[in-house]
């Protein structure tokens, strides 16, 4: 395990799906798609799209989850629902009025539609700080990031450049085969 | 004024560290809201009467135009304009139940207010905290114009203007301008402005919120400035007709008021008012061609103008109906608004019940049926559809719904019983249904109070403070 550094887990900015800011959701999915395509189908596919800023540096990224929030009604159309919560209404009430409001919304055709129409950096997850590691860390000192701070993925840096990602995927992969080892 | 300013200080400190977990710092918006010469300018006064307790305790406080009745202690604190009266306390040797708990109370309750800065703020009525049933406490508490904390013994916490905390215990919150919260208890909450908030656990829960645009245009605060918008205008317009009230050492009633009745001599009485068997008129009421049924009342800062009330009406504190026809029965919550035209009047049929911070403004007639609860804000017959329901329809619910902006959940029977058994209470308090024997209430128990005054120091630097005074019999 102890061999293991984070640029040897790690999958290239080459090789991930990337938009730049402006992108469209449907940009987005389609660089998904053409990085999945591109990528080794021996390994785990990618979960995201990075967003780069002009400079070509990561600012965010959009996981599956960011891009289904996008097609659901704006916090501004639910009329207070969110907070119901917080008053003592019950878990079920509040589902229910999701529900209801779900079936009076835009059909999911048209909230297709208008995703196009959406930019990437009103629905991406901002990377924050602590979401960095050092190409040349190792991997005991990546997994305790990832646990700590309860994250999928790290962004990998080489002299404040963002060169690569490393996914929970690869390293759980690694993980798994030097258990393999240990029990052999 | 050097003390005056040092308690200010220590207020505003103790307050903030209360609310430090919210990040809300009551400083800027409480920065000059009251100018400090205003706090030497008034007089504070207290009421006795045979029938209300006597035991008063001021320490280092300030009570510039505030009123006290009953029992209390101030320490550390700031009132101004603020009516403490304690004429609900419970008394030694009353059991207090609670669910399946029938509790004695040890000894009279007492309202304390200690390290506090109340603007016209109201406290009325008793606890019902069963954990502290004879200290009705008032702590590290900052409230703002026309506030009511009406039997809610309350820590920490800060409330807008025309805010109302009722039959709630609070800690360390902050209540938004003109939002009403009776919850039982609550802790550590920051409630947006107007927001209405009625629950009880286990049996209902009824929750609207003003859209932030509308509301603004009756009522809006925002720090560094006092606060704005139709209702203080309203109040404003009518405040030198206070000053006359409270200016003068002796007045006699203007209209004619029955043996069983009580009108409050620091109450403003306009021509054309008609005051009937057992109605209660309380100080700071302001009534101008009103004519008020047998047993209705009007209670602190409520305005009735024009409008006839049918009786047995209960118009709680802050309350505002101009232009209005009141069927027999109609409850009108606290610090609601309710204006019809001279040309387009509201009407109201009898038995409703109008929620606490209902705001009814209407350009064209309104008819609200008879047995209807209505909330929110209403501008038009349309908006009923969405802020009414017939209280019969209400009580066959055990459903929750969503109607409009509102949300509600639990026992629409238990909802509507708590509120009619509130109105009842009211009435019997107020002594609505005195019959010549029985039945006293306030009506009858407040008509001849005597007024005292106490004033601070004039000058020097304790100005401003009043000395260490105890009254008691």
Known sequence: ?184 | MKALKELFDRIVQRVNINLRELAFDVQPFVKDLVQFNQLVKFYAFYGITPHHLLDFQFRHSNLAGSYFLGKCRTTNSILYKSDIRGDELKKKGDIFQYQDFQIPVSKDEGIRIEDSFLIKTLVHNYSHDPETLEKFFINNTLSTHYANIHGSPTDGSFLGPFATVDLTTMNDCVIGTFSYVQAGEISHLNIDPGTVWVRSPNNFNFLYRYPQDKLSHYIHFAAGAPPQGLLIDFVEDRKEAFQRVFETMTIDPSVAVPHNASLDRFAVIKPKTHISDNVLVAQRAFLQNAWMGKGANAQENCYIINSRLEGFNVTAHGAKIIEADLGLNVFVGFNSFLRGRPECRLSIGKESIIMPHTIIDIKEPLKIPAGHLVWGLVTCPADLETNSIALQALTKTNEAFALGSMFFEGHGARFVTAFRDRIQHILEANGAFYDGMKNKGHAQKNQNISFNTIQPYPEGEFKGVYPTIIIRP
């Open chain 1, 1 to 184: 395990m102890e061999k293991y550094l984070v640029r040897d887990l790690m999958v290239p900015l080459s090789e991930y799906a990337t938009v730049h800011v402006g992108a469209t959701l449907f940009d987005a999915v389609l660089a998904l798609e053409k990085a999945q395509e591109e990528f080794d189908h021996t390994r785990y596919k990618h979960r995201g799209i990075l967003i780069m800023d002009k400079n070509n540096r990561v600012i965010g990224k959009l996981s599956h989850l960011d891009t289904l929030r996008a097609l659901e009604p704006k916090p501004d159309e639910v009329h207070g629902i969110k907070e119901l919560g917080q008053f003592g209404f019950s878990a079920k009430f509040v589902r229910n009025l999701r529900k209801q409001q779900r079936r009076q919304g835009e059909p999911l055709k048209d909230l297709c539609k208008k995703a196009v129409m959406l930019r990437v950096e009103d629905f991406m997850h901002t990377t924050a700080e602590d979401e960095f590691i050092d190409h040349a860390a190792t991997l005991d000192m990546a997994i305790h990031q990832l646990v700590q701070d309860k994250l999928l993925s790290l962004m990998v840096t080489r002299d404040d450049n963002t060169i690569g990602i490393l996914r929970l995927a690869d390293v759980f992969a690694a993980v798994y085969h030097a258990m393999k080892e240990c029990t052999l």
